[in-house]
């Protein structure tokens, strides 16, 4: 261990913080509530400052260098988000409050639908969902409800392509429905045979994410939703890869009938180590009804002497709340700030500089690591980490030698359709100078490779810790602080 936990610095009888008195009068706490022994760690305020900061430096972060983790988007969060949220009249504000004590509150919700809206082509947009894959399985208990409505009983079916994020197969089984696996094609596509060969009546839907995690637009993509609809389905986005079509397409269009968006991935909120998240969905005109509530709304137009009055309403066939309140509002001003500060024609050059990126780090790199689907990439691409020449080396190993030369390491092992993947997603906020220093690192990676494969299987050597036994820690979890007296 290389740093000591908080409760082992503790030394008894340290000043304590002074707390202030009590402003409001002391009640007797019900019985069986309180304990005796209640062992805190006594330290200096600075002390327990510089015990936190400290470990936070142990940690890789965005703001510290390159990030190219796959299918996360993690791009740099402008700082002007953070104090957008910490804004008291945001962050002070109470989610009990009367709607009319929080008109701007309501009113920032309002408008990041309305333009959630008009960058996906959708009809209506629900802020509820708490994250990505939550919005899927709100997105897929909308498309069930829809079906339930009409009485289509027999649609049990939700079609899945092989390249597809894990969250879409826990989603559909956690809905309720069953899920039908389909293969890709050799160029990365979903494969039209095996699509048509599963299109009947039992089909609910089909979850695509576009482009999907090859960092490929599908090719055939009408056709995909042509032949979907034509059986009575709903196509479900994974909408995860948005950042890539900014500006410059929008699946509402396509014929997606509903989408998640996660706002903490395009919309930029840092997201690293598991949240907080937000995955509103978007759905077409025919599902609108269906959406979770609360939503913000306009429930009194304004005139010349009054603005207007903005509410919380719960749409008609509504499949009820997702997520307690109204979602997790400290991602939604983020989002909504950073919207607002890119401006259409920002967010349309966010899709260009995406895609510009990851093309050129693909050409830098497929020489020297073969591409399997090595065609025009989106704002991602998946390169194997593995050589003939160097059979010891895996991807894992190119990831952890990544961390020596400073940058975080791409995705590896997803999509599972590529064998040793490593996953790159550089994003738009990246400078060439960073791409080149990356690209560098990952050719001198493969030279070492085939030079000095155990350089490889034992990173990271520069790193606060190094190679962690990956088995053990999963299969020896230990989850709970043990001070060492209590063994
Ligand atoms: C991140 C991601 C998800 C899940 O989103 P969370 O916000 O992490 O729950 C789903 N699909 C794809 C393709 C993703 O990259």
């Not at 109470?94 to 509150?105: A, M, R, Y």
């Not at 903005?310 to 001003?333: D, E, N, T, Y």
């Not at 010891?392 to 020596?404: H, N, S």
Request: glycine residues 10%.
């Amino acid at each position: 261990m290389a740093e000591p936990l908080i409760y082992e610095l503790s030394r008894a009888g340290c000043p304590p913080f002074p707390l202030p008195d009590p402003d409001v009068p002391l009640s007797e706490l019900p019985q069986g509530l309180t304990r005796e022994d209640l062992p805190l760690p006594e330290l200096p305020e600075s002390e327990v400052v510089r015990h936190f900061v400290r470990l936070s430096q142990l940690n890789y972060a965005v703001d510290i260098g390159f990030y190219p983790l796959g299918s996360c988007t993690m791009k740099y969060n402008p700082k002007i988000n953070e104090d957008a949220a910490r804004l008291p009249g945001f962050a002070f504000t109470h989610p009990l409050q009367d709607p009319e004590t929080v008109q701007g509150n309501l009113l920032l919700m309002y408008e990041l639908q309305e333009w959630l809206k008009e960058i996906g082509g959708f009809a209506g947009v629900s802020l509820q969902p708490a994250a990505g894959a939550h919005g899927e399985l709100t997105g897929i208990l909308i498309i069930r409800a829809y079906h339930l409505h009409r009485g289509d009983k027999q649609r049990t079916k939700i079609l899945i392509p092989d390249s597809a994020h894990g969250t879409n197969p826990a989603t559909t089984s956690m809905a309720g429905f069953t899920m039908v696996k389909l293969p890709s094609d050799e160029r990365g596509n979903v494969d039209l045979e095996s699509l048509r060969a599963e299109c009947d009546d039992t089909v609910a839907g089909l979850m695509l994410t576009n482009p999907n995690t090859l960092g490929l637009f599908e090719e055939h993509l009408q056709e995909v939703i042509d032949l979907v609809h034509g059986c009575g389905g709903l196509v479900y986005g994974d909408g995860a890869n948005l950042n890539a079509l900014l500006g410059v397409v929008r699946p509402g269009d396509l014929g997606f009938d509903v989408l998640h968006y996660n706002l903490h991935k395009t919309f930029s909120t840092p997201h690293g180590g598991g949240g907080p998240g937000s995955g509103p969905v978007g759905v077409c005109e025919r599902l609108v009804d269906f959406l979770p509530g609360p939503i913000a709304a306009k429930v009194e137009e304004g005139d010349d002497e009054m603005p207007p009055l903005f509410g919380l309403i719960m749409p008609a066939k509504s499949i009820g709340r997702v997520k307690a309140f109204q979602g997790h509002f400290g991602v939604i001003v983020r989002a909504y700030t950073y919207i607002r500060m890119q401006g259409a024609a920002g967010l349309r050059a966010v899709a260009d500089h995406a895609v510009l990126n990851a093309n050129y780090l693909r050409v830098r790199l497929h020489d020297t690591y073969h591409v399997p689907y090595d065609r025009i990439c989106m704002h991602e691409f998946v390169a194997e980490g593995r050589w003939d020449d160097a059979p010891q080396v895996r991807a894992l190993d190119i990831a952890k030698r990544l961390m020596d030369y400073g940058f975080h390491p791409p995705t590896n092992y997803f999509p599972l359709i590529v064998h040793e993947a490593l996953m790159i997603e550089p994003t738009e906020t990246e400078t060439k100078e960073t791409l080149d220093a990356f690209a560098r690192a990952m050719l001198k990676i493969a030279e070492e490779a085939r030079r000095d494969p155990e350089l490889l299987k034992s990173a990271p050597h520069e790193t606060p810790f190094g190679r962690v036994d990956e088995v053990r820690a999963a299969k020896q979890l230990i989850l709970r602080y043990q001070p060492e007296s209590q063994g």
